[in-house]
């Protein structure tokens, strides 16, 4: 995969370039990953680029941006507190939002992004579409880390983690997808 396209921050190329080698329909999509010193209620968040946001599908651009320091409730993280495949896996689901983005029109994404400010059920729909994304393209076990990570967590509270419980899949759901995954690679060899 190239990665000429791609802008990211030495601290997390490595995990950034793990995350990107499990979707090779991305290799030629512009994708920026940026700290930020404060992403309201989220630890990451891709979107489009405002620039390429009316360009057609295929010259979109994208940024990943990714939150300095993690704060969930009183209990404050930074990047290099966080083990490096919860990192991958962080990564490779926001690259699934990525994927989620592609198919959508302009007109189409401006009334995805009103729906999911305002319906909890829209959020939920779209953040379980990032994870299936992510887990079909190969990374399942990256995120049952990263939601282990979170649910297992002493530090973390329980409010954030029932907000992880609504609106993610649970770890359970990661495991059947990844076994109904094998079973069908198993009945088509």
Do not use: C
Not at 26 to 35: E, K, V
Not at 46 to 63: C, D, G, I, T, W
Not at 65 to 81: A, P, V
Request: no cysteine; net charge neutral.
């Amino acid at each position: 995969m190239t990665l000429t396209d791609k802008i990211i921050p030495e601290s997390i190329q490595a995990e950034a370039e793990k995350a990107l080698s499990y979707f090779p329909e991305l290799a030629n999509t512009p994708i920026q990953f940026r700290f930020k010193d404060r992403i309201k209620k989220s630890t990451m968040q891709a979107q489009p680029l405002l620039s390429s946001f009316f360009k057609s599908r295929e010259h979109r651009e994208y940024v990943i941006l990714i939150s300095r320091k993690i704060q969930i409730d009183e209990e404050e993280f930074t990047i290099s507190d966080i083990p490096k495949d919860v990192i991958t896996g962080w990564l490779g689901h926001e690259l699934g939002h990525v994927m989620d983005y592609r198919n959508r029109s302009s007109l189409g994404m401006l009334f995805f992004g009103i729906k999911y400010l305002f319906s909890s059920t829209h959020m939920k729909e779209v953040e379980r579409t990032a994870d299936t994304y992510a887990i079909q393209h190969g990374m399942g076990d990256y995120i049952l880390k990263t939601k282990n990570f979170i649910l297992e967590h002493a530090s973390i509270s329980e409010k954030y983690k029932r907000r992880i419980r609504r609106l993610y899949m649970s770890p359970e759901e990661v495991m059947e997808l990844l076994n109904k995954g094998k079973l069908e690679e198993a009945v088509s060899s």
